[in-house]
């Protein structure tokens, strides 16, 4: 009973009320007022913040390809594959934010500090580029090119733009997962708004980067690049000011410790162990702590699940352990809890669903890259003024929060009536699902505008910018998928690792997400290098050459279908054979169960 003592102590004595069940603590490490503490005071502060910080990085990202291929003059293929490897960056920060966060330092101080890595990672690039990138003043735009530049002056931008990498990286997984941490979920009123939190979570993050594609884009787009950026560098500073002035109503977590000592102890024990004869039945002969001994900081633990019976050896007692525990002591690399070894298994079970969405990555990642650069070769004015390429996301960022609406009031409450049970509609993995079954949708629409764009198009042009006579307004059906494929997919992916994954991974969890987000973009860069090498043979201009209305781009859109159409039954067969984590009640509600029935 030790857990709750602290908190009642405090609030009888002060008279605050009561305190959370899930473990969380204030800023001065005292168990969390519900009624002065987290819930959507703070949620409303973090979902601000989120909205800002990506208005900050889309404004970057967005224009990227556009930046590298007219103020640093690199091909179509060259920036397509630099964007891709730049944001891939992104998301392998990722793991780098969620390790210090759930290990050492807290899901608070995690994002502080990536996010004052991200504003100087702005404040440099947008100095670069005022100084020393867009010369002659004025260059950039669709007609004037820029000067050639120095090692010292691209080297200076790329350090700027892995600096926001790395800032941008470190901080996102945490971010989302802090938010969560705000809502109770053993409340059944904070449980819901929980699950309602990861919806407008990503709904924050369509409509901040909503401002960058479309009036940062349409800046970038003219030539004002500095402008652009410094309108960036402005935003993550508000972002981050008003992220440390809801300093005083968050709730935390505290850090577990070093994940990989963990994982490594079970696998380690679990081979010095490979000899022993395992009884058939011999759960009860596994080692865990006492449920009662609130040993576990506070996280709950993890009932023993059948699969991987290979790691039960590692918490199985063999008379060996018997004396170690007999002289008071145990040996974690011989000896692991069952809630331990459960983790690893937890973790084991995430991989094969985790790789699977990695394709859907490839087909989102387009939106950054060629579906920009082919927007720019299709008809961009209405009357005198052009539209930017990259403003078309804004079809995307649209579709995603009409889809938001349409699941959480619609489609959700009509799917639970059919399936007349006290659950709730589609499940995270069905959703996954469906997203990628609406990604292949996209990636058909896509093509389809594609073959009639070239239908339209000059072949002899030599800048080929607005040469087909296509209007670029027929690229929206496949923006207004993806959007959809999205809701489903990331929407979705964000529950299911946030909670399949144990209390003290959290973190961990959402960096899953945006590491699949990273190889996805890898892998893009992969494939249109492949594709480029093998459709250039035989001195054949390929399917994604610099002038797109010579090449086939339309063949790359269909292939990426036929990929994740496959990637989907492979999907099917994973979701399938998942089985979810299994968890006990947190300490704190064991002793106010207890309380309740003394």
């Avoid at 003592?5 to 969380?24: M, N, R, S, W, Y």
């Avoid at 960056?89 to 990536?114: E, P, Q």
């Avoid at 990498?165 to 470190?170: E, R, T, V, W």
């Avoid at 979570?201 to 030539?223: P, R």
């Amino acid at each position: 009973m030790a857990c709750l003592q602290a908190c009642k102590e405090d609030k009888f004595k002060e008279g605050e009320g009561e305190c959370t069940f899930d473990g969380t603590v204030d800023w001065h490490g005292r168990p969390a007022i519900k009624a002065k503490s987290g819930q959507w005071a703070a949620g409303i502060i973090i979902l601000l913040n989120q909205g800002l910080a990506t208005l900050a990085f889309f404004g970057v990202g967005v224009n990227l390809v556009l930046f590298l291929t007219r103020v640093l003059q690199q091909s179509n293929a060259d920036a397509a594959n630099n964007v891709s490897k730049w944001t891939g960056t992104v998301y392998i920060f990722s793991l780098v934010g969620a390790f210090l966060s759930d290990s050492y330092w807290g899901r608070y101080k995690t994002c502080a500090v990536f996010q004052v890595i991200f504003v100087i990672g702005l404040v440099i690039l947008s100095l670069a580029s005022y100084l020393f990138l867009i010369t002659p003043k004025g260059c950039g735009d669709e007609l004037t090119p820029c000067g050639s530049h120095s090692s010292m002056e691209v080297s200076l931008f790329y350090i700027s733009i892995y600096l926001i990498a790395l800032g941008n990286g470190g901080y996102q997984p945490n971010i989302a997962t802090f938010g969560a941490d705000q809502f109770d979920e053993d409340d059944p009123r904070e449980g819901y708004s929980k699950v309602a939190f990861f919806s407008y979570f990503y709904l924050a993050m369509n409509l901040g980067s909503l401002f960058s594609n479309t009036i940062l884009g349409y800046f970038e787009d003219e030539g004002m690049w500095a402008l652009g950026f410094w309108m960036s560098a402005g935003s993550a500073f508000a972002a981050l000011v008003l992220f440390l002035g809801g300093t005083a109503r968050y709730r935390h977590f505290k850090p577990s410790g070093n994940p990989l000592s963990r994982f490594g102890q079970v696998i380690i024990a679990a081979m010095k162990k490979c000899r022993v004869e395992m009884p058939s039945d011999g759960e009860e002969e596994l080692y865990d702590v006492d449920t009662k001994d609130c040993s576990m900081n506070g996280n709950r633990k993890i009932l023993h699940t059948d699969g991987f019976k290979f790691l039960d050896r590692a918490a199985f007692i063999s008379s060996r352990d018997i004396d170690d525990q007999k002289r008071g002591c145990r040996n974690p690399w011989r000896l692991c809890p069952i809630t331990q070894v459960e983790e690893v298994k937890c973790i084991l079970r995430l991989l094969p669903i985790w790789l699977c969405t990695i394709l859907y990555s490839v087909v989102f990642t387009q939106m950054a890259s060629l579906f920009v650069e082919q927007g720019a070769a299709m008809k961009t004015t209405i009357s005198n003024f052009k539209i930017p390429p990259a403003s078309m996301s804004a079809f995307d960022i649209l579709s995603v929060a009409f889809f938001i609406f349409l699941y959480r009031r619609v489609l959700d409450p009509l799917v639970s009536s059919f399936k007349q049970t006290s659950s709730k509609g589609l499940t995270e993995l069905q959703r996954m699902g469906v997203g990628l079954v609406i990604a292949i949708m996209a990636m058909v629409a896509a093509g389809l505008v594609e073959c009639y764009r070239l239908k339209y198009a000059r072949k002899d042009c030599r800048h080929c910018e607005g040469s087909s006579s296509l209007s670029i307004f027929w690229q929206a059906p496949q923006y207004a998928l993806i959007g959809a494929s999205e809701v489903f997919m990331y929407v979705g992916q964000l529950e299911f690792f946030n909670a399949q994954t144990p209390d003290g991974l959290k973190s961990f969890g959402s960096a899953l997400c945006m590491t699949s987000i990273s190889l996805g973009n890898y892998v893009s860069s992969l494939l249109v290098t492949m594709v480029v090498k093998i459709s250039t043979e035989d001195h054949m201009p390929g399917w994604i050459p610099g002038n797109l209305n010579t090449g086939h781009l339309d063949r790359f859109y269909f292939l990426l279908a036929g990929l994740t159409t496959i990637d989907l039954a492979v999907y099917t067969a994973c979701a399938r054979w998942y089985k979810s984590i299994k968890l006990e009640k947190k300490c704190e509600e064991n002793d106010h169960e207890e309380n309740l029935r003394v």
